[in-house]
C-alpha cells in the first residue's frame, strides 16, 4: 500500500478524448496506421466470477473500482477504508482518484486454472464508460505475462501469455 500513496506512481485510468487516427513512419518508408483507442482487454476469473479488465501498461497498479469490489467480494467490504486518507492516484490528465483500500486476492486466466496472487488496489467510481477494472504492471509482473503484438505490420494484434504458475494463453479483444 505505501507504493500506492505516492502521487509520482503512475495509475492511467482513462482517456478523456480519444486520439485522431494516426499513421507511422517506419524506417523503411512504409507507412503503418495506429489509433491510440484501441484498448486490449482479456477475461480474468475473479472470486469464481468472469470478469472483463482492460491492460494498462501506463499503470503501476490494479485499480478495482468500488462498486464491481463489491459485486465481487460482498463479504470484504470492510476492506473499504472511506474515511481514512490512503492517498490518490493520478490519472494520464493529473485527475486525482482516491484510494479505497487494498487487498491480496487470487486469480485466474481461465475457469479452470490455476490461480495466481496480485493486489488490487480500491478506488473510487469513476465516469460511466471507464473500464472497471484496469489490469496494471503489478498484474502482469505477478502473472509473469507476456503482451506482444503480432500479425500484419499494417494491423498488428495483442497476444497476452501468463507464466505463472504455468503457461497459459489468454483470447484478448482488442
Known amino acids: 500500500m505505501?507504493?500506492?500513496?505516492?502521487?509520482?506512481?503512475?495509475?492511467?485510468?482513462?482517456?478523456?478524448?480519444?486520439?485522431p487516427h494516426r499513421k507511422c513512419i517506419a524506417e523503411d518508408n512504409s507507412v503503418a496506421n495506429w489509433g491510440s483507442e484501441r484498448k486490449t482487454y482479456f477475461p480474468l476469473y475473479i472470486n469464481n466470477?468472469?470478469?472483463?479488465?482492460?491492460?494498462?501498461?501506463?499503470?503501476?497498479?490494479?485499480?478495482?473500482?468500488?462498486?464491481l469490489f463489491e459485486k465481487l467480494f460482498p463479504l470484504r467490504t470492510q476492506e473499504i477504508k472511506i474515511n481514512k486518507d490512503l492517498?490518490?492516484?493520478?490519472?494520464?490528465?493529473?485527475?486525482?482518484?482516491?484510494?479505497?483500500?487494498?487487498?491480496?486476492?487470487?486469480i485466474k486466466v481461465n475457469r479452470y486454472g490455476p490461480p495466481f496472487i496480485t493486489i488490487l488496489t480500491i478506488i473510487e467510481d469513476l465516469k460511466y464508460g471507464i473500464p472497471n477494472l484496469l489490469f496494471g504492471n503489478r498484474g502482469l509482473?505477478?502473472?509473469?505475462?507476456?503482451?506482444?503484438?503480432?500479425?500484419?505490420?499494417?494491423?498488428?494484434h495483442p497476444e497476452l501469455i501468463f507464466k505463472n504458475?504455468?503457461?497459459?494463453?489468454?483470447?484478448?479483444?482488442?
Open 2 to 19: 505505501e507504493l500506492a500513496t505516492c502521487s509520482e506512481i503512475s495509475a492511467t485510468a482513462y482517456m478523456i478524448e480519444t486520439q
Open 141 to 156: 509482473q505477478d502473472g509473469w505475462a507476456l503482451l506482444a503484438f503480432t500479425g500484419c505490420k499494417d494491423d498488428p
Open 87 to 106: 492517498g490518490v492516484v493520478k490519472t494520464f490528465s493529473n485527475h486525482p482518484v482516491k484510494i479505497l483500500g487494498s487487498f491480496s486476492c487470487q
Open 49 to 67: 466470477k468472469r470478469v472483463m479488465v482492460c491492460v494498462d501498461q501506463g499503470s503501476d497498479l490494479n485499480l478495482i473500482q468500488k462498486t
Open 165 to 174: 504458475p504455468k503457461e497459459q494463453q489468454v483470447t484478448v479483444s482488442y
